[in-house]
């Protein structure tokens, strides 16, 4: 059996641009989510209790929290746009992927 790919017209490259722009935009959130909770539950927590900062820094952990929720809600939707666009691409190249 053999796999002839179709040819690749300015439409699928358009796809495969969405997919690719997406998949950054999904990395860049994630980075931002990680970054926020390693602060708001690894960083603050353990200086304000080494007595590095005061306690009242302990205040800025809910918003810390809620950017990194929203990130992480971002990244999923990134994540899925991108894989809706790219299964498209990849079926109008290859209409038959089973191999």
């Known amino acids: 059996m053999e796999i002839d790919p ?8 358009a796809d495969i641009k969405i997919f690719t722009q997406n998949m950054k935009f999904f990395v860049l959130f ?3 989510f ?6 708001g539950h690894n960083a603050i927590p353990s200086l304000v209790k080494s007595h590095h900062l005061p306690a009242s820094v302990s205040k ?4 810390i929290y809620v950017v990194a929720l929203i990130s992480f809600a971002a990244a999923i ?4 746009t991108a894989f809706t666009g790219g299964l498209e691409a990849i079926r109008a190249i290859y209409p038959d992927f089973w191999i």
């Open 77 to 80: 939707y990134f994540v899925i």
């Open 6 to 13: 179709n040819y690749i017209n300015s439409a699928i490259w």
């Open 60 to 63: 800025l952990r809910p918003p």
């Open 30 to 32: 994630i980075i931002i």
């Open 34 to 39: 990680a970054t926020n909770m390693l602060i």
